[in-house]
């Protein structure tokens, strides 16, 4: 992991691994997340001569918030990164809450990103006609409910939760979580009681994201609720939109809205695949589609 500075004085926790001089794949993690690279991720990334290149989020285990950001303030972030690299062109993938910083980064860098996939992404909260919560769980509908009403609403109900994901029992909470959310051939698939799975690669990513503070995971939500400051329709790069049938996270209504709102898209709606497993699952698939826009 190493600190770059940005223009604006902020710090910027990144992580670089893969093929020394390999085009970047710049990848966007969750709400809540941080820099942390899976193994499964890596290994699919690096097997194709990319540079895997993760970072935290403003506001983010190491990374300096930056309050009242918009969605599209990480291309700004992500060009600073990309000079660092001296690399000239880069692949974007987000997934999840990372889905819409993706596309925010294709919009606002169409010379240096050559393609860009968003995996269970949200969709835009002000879309008219589209209803945001219809069809997510309950906690979801309870978070951002709250952050719809701002921080001071927001903030004691993530700290809350927050307690539980820093715990060194944290792992079990997890499993939890995702026994909640996941159908049987997925909990399965995930071996979600292996050492070193992907139960425990998740606690380790949450407890270096909220290790000093929930500033990052407020902000995504603020900002996912209020506009995110530039229009799908301006992405003028090859965009591909993966989603689950089974997302009990974020509904695929979402991935289909995405798809409408961006003409020249291609969806992948993967008929038994929930919110995790479209990742974990399909990674390779994804890096692969993104590889034919170079």
């Known amino acids: 992991m190493t600190l770059i500075t940005l223009p604006d004085g ?15 794949l710049i990848y966007h993690h969750g709400t809540p997340g941080a820099l942390s690279q899976n193994r ?3 290994r699919d990334v690096w097997d194709r001569g990319l540079r895997l290149v993760t970072f935290s989020r ?3 285990g190491d990374s300096t918030r930056k309050p009242g950001r918009k969605v599209l303030d990480v291309a700004a972030d992500v060009e600073v990164l990309l000079d660092h690299l001296e690399a000239e062109r880069c692949l974007v993938l987000g997934h999840s809450g990372g889905g ?8 606002a860098l169409p010379g240096r990103v050559a393609g860009v996939a ?10 008219p006609g589209f209803d945001f919560l219809s069809e997510m769980g309950d906690q979801n509908i309870k978070e951002f409910g709250l952050a719809l009403q701002g ?3 927001v903030r004691p109900a993530l700290e809350a939760d927050a307690v539980a994901m820093r715990r060194p029992d944290a792992v079990d909470a997890v499993r939890a979580m995702l026994t909640s959310l996941l159908s049987d051939e997925e ?4 071996s979600l009681d292996a050492e070193g799975g992907p139960a425990e690669e998740l606690a380790g990513q949450w407890a270096h994201a909220l290790g000093d503070g929930v500033d990052g995971w407020v902000d ?11 229009d799908l329709i301006a992405i003028q790069v090859p965009c591909f939109i993966w989603h689950g049938a089974a997302d009990r996270v974020v509904p695929p209504s979402h991935g289909r809205r995405l798809s409408e709102q961006m003409p020249d898209s291609l969806l992948r709606m993967l008929p038994d695949k929930g919110h995790l497993m479209v990742q974990l699952d399909g990674i390779g698939a994804m890096v692969d589609e993104l590889l034919t826009t170079l």
């Open 58 to 60: 403003p506001g983010y």
């Open 151 to 153: 921080e001071a609403a």
């Open 100 to 107: 819409p910083h993706a596309l925010a980064t294709a919009a």
């Open 118 to 127: 968003a995996s269970c992404s949200l969709a835009p909260y002000d879309t």
């Open 187 to 190: 909990r399965t698939a995930m």
């Open 40 to 42: 499964v991720m890596q």
């Open 10 to 24: 902020r710090h910027l926790d990144i992580a670089v691994s893969g093929p020394s001089g390999g085009v970047p």
């Open 220 to 230: 995504d939500d603020l900002a996912f609720v209020r506009p995110w400051g530039f």
